[in-house]
């Protein structure tokens, strides 16, 4: 059997927990899956998985075989990369996070227009709010809006954003212009299910004072379009990222509210596997999508 097919086998049945899902996603049958690492274990002479029915764990000798793995692994990607380094002609295949408001907004455009560039890159972009496994899922970059919790990647802030309260003109006409944010307890308030900005808004004023008022709402959803969509027929007051509501602001679709106020800032964050540092893949990625959200968010009202 191949050695290094072997290998990634080895690798993905450790990061999944099972023959079963390996095979499935390798479109293969779990005892060939089983063939692979028995192939190992017999030309290494040792256990590399303690397996039964129901359990998976790694042995003293996998443990240390595995960590040695991913660094093979790793080091063949970056020789198949390095051919194409010098041409800026990446290869292989990219699967993305994104949470589904801000990939289909900004970041699945932007990617499209990437991979026109480059004929030998694919990407496996997925759109999802709940938390992604890099490990389990098999996601090689995430784009989140903090790095709490993913000490174990590389990561940096590939841009910030906006955000601006805003309402339907015939929304404020019927229930009247809020003035300051304490105002925003006597409005409806369409509320995130996870945001930050969850349960309360903070906004600050030209002095640095902050103002944190609770609001009320009774329609929350785990969506900033569908937010938009909702705030678009006159439901309430909503927070949305300016660069996603300008056209609707400039066409007076949508008034921004408390403009004396700045709400703060949301930072994107781009973590993805050390692994991946070097590779040419992820550096014109990076590059790339640097200069066009500060070309698209720098943005002047």
Same mark, same amino acid.
């Given at each position: 059997?191949?050695?290094?097919?072997?290998?990634?086998?080895?690798?993905?049945?450790?990061?999944? #927990?099972?023959?079963?899902?390996?095979?499935?996603?390798?479109?293969?049958?779990?005892?060939?899956?089983?063939?692979?690492?028995?192939?190992?274990?017999?030309?290494?002479?040792?256990?590399?998985?303690?397996?039964?029915?129901?359990?998976?764990?790694?042995?003293?000798? #996998?443990?240390?075989?595995?960590?040695?793995?991913?660094? &093979?692994?790793?080091?063949?990607?970056?020789?198949?990369?390095?051919?194409?380094?010098?041409?800026?002609?990446?290869?292989?295949?990219?699967?993305?996070?994104?949470?589904? $408001?801000?990939?289909?907004?900004? =970041?699945?455009?932007?990617?499209?227009?990437?991979?026109?560039?480059?004929?030998?890159?694919?990407?496996?972009?997925? =759109?999802?709010?709940?938390?992604?496994?890099?490990?389990?899922?098999?996601?090689?970059?995430?784009?989140?809006?903090?790095? +709490?919790?993913?000490?174990?990647?590389?990561?940096?802030?590939?841009?910030?954003?906006?955000?601006?309260?805003?309402?339907?003109?015939?929304?404020?006409?019927?229930?009247?212009?809020?003035?300051?944010?304490?105002?925003?307890?006597?409005?409806?308030?369409?509320?995130?299910?996870?945001?930050?900005?969850?349960?309360?808004?903070?906004?600050?004023?030209?002095?640095?004072?902050?103002?944190?008022?609770?609001?009320?709402?009774?329609?929350? &959803?785990?969506?900033?379009?569908?937010?938009?969509?909702?705030?678009?027929? #006159?439901?309430?007051?909503?927070?949305?990222?300016?660069?996603?509501?300008?056209?609707?602001?400039?066409?007076?679709?949508?008034?921004?509210?408390?403009?004396?106020?700045?709400?703060?800032?949301? +930072?994107?964050?781009?973590?993805?596997?050390?692994?991946?540092?070097?590779?040419?893949?992820?550096?014109?990625?990076?590059?790339?999508?640097?200069?066009?959200?500060? $070309?698209?968010?720098? &943005?002047?009202?």
């Amino acid at each position: 059997m191949d050695r290094i097919t072997s290998i990634e086998i080895f690798v993905r049945a450790v990061e999944l #927990g099972s023959f079963a899902a390996v095979a499935e996603e390798r479109d293969i049958s779990a005892q060939m899956v089983g063939k692979h690492i028995h192939g190992l274990e017999t030309s290494l002479g040792v256990k590399l998985l303690a397996k039964s029915t129901r359990f998976q764990a790694l042995t003293t000798a #996998g443990e240390q075989f595995h960590l040695r793995c991913i660094n &093979i692994l790793s080091e063949l990607k970056a020789a198949q990369e390095d051919i194409y380094l010098d041409l800026n002609e990446p290869m292989g295949k990219l699967k993305i996070y994104c949470g589904v $408001n801000l990939g289909i907004s900004l =970041l699945s455009p932007l990617l499209g227009k990437f991979i026109q560039q480059y004929p030998q890159l694919e990407i496996d972009l997925t =759109l999802d709010n709940n938390p992604p496994d890099i490990y389990r899922d098999g996601y090689d970059v995430i784009f989140h809006d903090r790095i +709490e919790g993913y000490e174990f990647l590389v990561g940096h802030q590939i841009c910030s954003y906006d955000m601006v309260a805003c309402a339907t003109p015939e929304y404020l006409q019927q229930h009247g212009i809020p003035l300051e944010p304490k105002a925003l307890e006597h409005h409806q308030c369409l509320r995130h299910t996870t945001a930050y900005h969850a349960h309360r808004w903070c906004f600050k004023n030209a002095a640095g004072d902050y103002f944190s008022p609770r609001i009320s709402s009774r329609f929350t &959803i785990n969506s900033g379009q569908a937010m938009l969509a909702a705030a678009m027929e #006159g439901t309430g007051i909503t927070i949305q990222p300016y660069f996603q509501v300008q056209a609707a602001l400039d066409s007076g679709e949508l008034v921004q509210v408390l403009t004396d106020y700045q709400l703060p800032k949301i +930072e994107l964050f781009m973590l993805y596997k050390p692994s991946l540092r070097q590779t040419s893949r992820l550096t014109l990625l990076n590059d790339f999508l640097q200069r066009e959200l500060n $070309n698209q968010l720098n &943005i002047k009202y």
